[in-house]
T-cell receptor, first 116, second 113 residues
Framework: AQSVAQPEDQVNVAEGNPLTVKCTYS??????LFWYVQYPNRGLQFLLK??????LVKGSYGFEAEFNKSQTSFHLKKPSALVSDSALYFC??????????????FGSGTRLLVRP | DGGITQSPKYLFRKEGQNVTLSCEQN?????MYWYRQDPGQGLRLIYY???????QKGDIAEGYSVSREKKESFPLTVTSAQKNPTAFYLC????????????FGPGTRLTVL
């Protein structure tokens, strides 16, 4: 079955330090991968996506993510965290060749807390 | 959130009542989606529509209904058959290609009194 795992409910990091939010997926074939961010009582904002090509994808607000097919991972990274990055982050996967090719499958989310 | 509006922002419902959540987009997207978000869980798909006058059930469609009479509008009705409707509801839209990104509205928080 298709699934996405975000193994950490919360990630804590000091401002100025690098951050990583982990995501692994279980989808056969070549999936499309997405990261979204959600601020309290708001909708999801798109950060970046991997479709094909370079495994390192750059997105909004200085975020980037690395696709690793052998480890089935798509971790979100930022070289220097800001307090304003504190939010809920969702990883999502789409299997364009599966039975449910229309669907985005979401992880359960990781709360990022950046302390001053 | 730009381009997709949801109303109302907050909605209170008495048990046994049907309520309708509005979703409008001006992005000229063919596809529209409704998701439910509960604390500590990811988003779960309720219904989706890939084209006007057509829609399909998602993973948790029981107790919900939708219509897609116009390209820009995809209202969701939460019926009295939905036993636990208190949640945050998110509408999204996208182009029709597999690589197209889904963009989300600001959400409606529904509370059953």
């Amino acid at each position: 079955a298709q699934s996405v795992a975000q193994p950490e409910d919360q990630v804590n990091v000091a401002e100025g330090n690098p951050l990583t939010v982990k995501c692994t997926y279980s989808v056969s074939g070549n999936p499309y991968l997405f990261w979204y961010v959600q601020y309290p009582n708001r909708g999801l904002q798109f950060l970046l996506k991997y479709i094909t090509g370079d495994n390192l994808v750059k997105g909004s607000y200085g975020f980037e993510a690395e696709f690793n097919k052998s480890q089935t991972s798509f971790h979100l990274k930022k070289p220097s965290a800001l307090v304003s990055d504190s939010a809920l982050y969702f990883c999502a996967v789409r299997d364009p060749w599966g039975d449910s090719s229309y669907k985005l499958i979401f992880g359960s989310g990781t709360r990022l807390l950046v302390r001053p | 959130d730009g381009g997709i509006t949801q109303s109302p922002k907050y909605l209170f419902r008495k048990e046994g009542q049907n309520v309708t959540l509005s979703c409008e987009q001006n992005l000229n997207h063919d596809a529209m989606y409704w998701y439910r978000q509960d604390p500590g869980q990811g988003l779960r798909l309720i219904y989706y529509s890939q084209i006007v006058n057509d829609f399909q059930k998602g993973d948790i469609a029981e107790g919900y209904s939708v219509s897609r009479e116009k390209k820009e509008s995809f209202p969701l009705t939460v019926t009295s058959a939905q036993k636990n409707p208190t949640a945050f509801y998110l509408c999204a839209s996208s182009g029709s290609g597999f690589t197209d990104t889904q963009y989300f509205g600001p959400g409606t928080r529904l509370t059953v009194l």
